[in-house]
């Protein structure tokens, strides 16, 4: 499987972009999604995740803000930011597993959003 994001770019504050997640091979439909996200200097984080069934989860920090969805007959992921932050700034990645909470270890390229004035 491959998993390519795209849609990042520089936004200012308050300001709104779509990602999206294009995945390959079989079987996306079954697959557990979700969207990580890098600062520099932090660790990686779980931003949102999706399962087969469209049940979502998020991390506290973009609650109200972000929404993640997935267009199976298109093995695509998504994920709506909207009133955006400068502490959104990060490299986001889309990963998949094959259940809730477990991730395979593929990371595929991930794309830039800046959040700035």
Not at 95 to 112: D, K, N, V
């Amino acid at each position: 499987v491959q998993l390519q994001a795209s849609g990042g770019g520089l936004v200012q504050p308050g300001g709104s972009l779509r990602l999206s997640c294009a995945a390959s091979g079989s079987l996306f439909s079954s697959k557990y999604m979700g969207w990580f996200r890098q600062a520099p200097g932090n660790q990686r984080e779980l931003v949102a995740a999706i399962t087969s069934s469209g049940r979502t989860n998020y991390v506290d920090s973009v609650k109200g803000r972000f929404t993640i969805s997935r267009d199976n007959a298109k093995n695509t992921l998504y994920l709506q930011m909207n009133s955006l932050k400068p502490e959104d700034t990060a490299v986001y990645y889309c990963r998949q597993g094959p259940a809730p909470g477990l991730w395979s270890s593929y990371w595929g390229q991930g794309t830039l959003v800046t959040v700035s004035s």
